[in-house]
């Protein structure tokens, strides 16, 4: 039962935080920086992120990435790339009696992955350096 004589810690608290609050006035801010604002409102961000030179840097990259793996991958140079991923170091736990011990691993399969990523993050730069600022400014003109 809370007894009105005794405050608890709450109202310890309560009663800090109060005056921590009160010491501190906030201050209002300047006529100049008000005018600022205003002026500013109807001006474009500054562009955050990836330059447009540093951009094409690595999409050129991104895409001579996917070729080299793309004529690889072509002329078969993977495909005898099998090996298995051994599990026998796993703990003999209840959830891992039920699994197979080894994991096939085919070298075409990987590379046919990375040559998927390499072709989506082609895309996210192609769409980040080029089309948008391209896009951007014909909206803007």
Known sequence: ???????????????????VLSKNKLESPSSNFTHRVMMNLHSMPVA????????????????VA???LTILVSTGVF???NAT????RLPDVELTKNLQR??????KWLMDGLI???IVLAFILLDRTVLRPFFNRRMSS
């Open 85 to 88: 991923i051994s599990l026998e």
């Open 66 to 68: 996917v070729t080299i």
């Open 102 to 107: 080894t994991i096939p691993l085919n070298g």
């Open 48 to 63: 955050t992120g990836l330059s447009p030179r540093n951009g094409l840097f690595l999409l050129f990259g991104t895409v």
């Open 1 to 19: 039962m809370h007894n009105p004589e005794k405050p608890d810690n709450n109202d310890d608290e309560l009663h800090v935080i109060e005056k």
């Open 116 to 118: 998927l990523l390499n």
């Open 79 to 81: 495909d005898a790339s």
